[in-house]
């Protein structure tokens, strides 16, 4: 009777070890799993840098359908608009500030006007910015896995604004702007950190101020300019829906036509 205590406590230490081992064995999947999240991360974040860089030696055509659906979803109004377009970027005591330059071409015709206005989408094909450093932190990210997209594997990255944190998109209500908690998920090319597509929504939460649900979804596409052999992947349509308690509306941006320009010059690109 007195050895049984020791069986015990021996079937105790058991215990104990097998329970160290599995911690030792299980543990490491985690930390490596977070480890490639940081530095796929760094490598987009990298990658948007980059591109702000570019962004302003550039411009482009833009095609912009506004469109106002009834409850069944059939279009009721719609105005179709072509722009020279052309981000500006700023930065001044650390903020970041990008200004969308929308100017009809020479010789457009001037458009009839709606009786009804319809919804003005800006800045949605700088979403990306949720991966920019000066934003990231304002994120949290989550890897799910990879999925083939127009031939290419990609990996997903789920994203989900912080509430209280700063955001790279607002929306505008009588002269007062509400950041947008938003969440979506981006496709991106694990080995240089490209994003390819990118979704973001707003689902809950603004209804107060109207909002009722936000959807949207931008795609990139490789441009290559004359003087380089260099692959740029640029904005190449941002679609974006949103619905109130009474409305319902639909925009879509077309980007082509990118040039890349200096002081006095200005070029063509080379295929898109």
Request: proline residues 4%.
């Amino acid at each position: 009777m007195k050895e049984r205590p020791k069986i015990v406590r021996l079937v105790r230490a058991m215990c104990l070890f097998t329970w160290v081992v599995a911690l030792w064995v299980v543990s490491p999947e985690p930390v490596a799993a977070q480890e490639q999240l940081d530095v796929l991360l760094e490598r987009t974040a990298k990658q948007v840098s980059s591109f702000l860089d570019l962004i302003s030696e550039m411009n482009c055509t833009e095609r912009v359908l506004q469109e106002k659906l009834a409850d069944n979803g059939k279009v009721v109004e719609k105005e179709a608009s072509t722009f020279d377009y052309l981000i500006i970027l700023s930065t001044s005591d650390g903020e970041l500030n990008l200004v969308e330059s929308r100017i009809a071409p020479e010789g457009a015709k001037q458009q009839k006007k709606l009786r009804a206005p319809l919804l003005i989408s800006n800045g949605f094909s700088t979403l990306f910015l949720v991966f920019h450093p000066y934003y990231a932190s304002s994120f949290q990210f989550i890897r799910q896995g990879e999925e083939s997209l127009n031939g290419r594997m990609l990996t997903k990255i789920h994203f989900q604004h912080i509430p209280g944190m700063r955001s790279p998109a607002a929306l505008a209500v009588r002269g007062r702007e509400y950041p947008l908690d938003l969440n979506g998920t981006a496709w991106i090319d694990a080995v240089t950190g490209i994003i390819a597509q990118l979704t973001a929504n707003v689902d809950s939460g603004m209804e107060d101020v109207g909002l009722r649900t936000l959807h949207s979804e931008m795609r990139f596409t490789p441009v290559t300019f004359h003087d380089s052999p260099e692959s740029f992947w640029l904005p190449a349509q941002a679609t974006v829906e949103v619905e109130t308690h009474h409305q319902h509306w639909r925009n879509t941006h077309r980007f082509s036509d990118y040039k890349r320009f200096s002081v006095n010059t200005k070029e063509q690109i080379a295929k898109q």
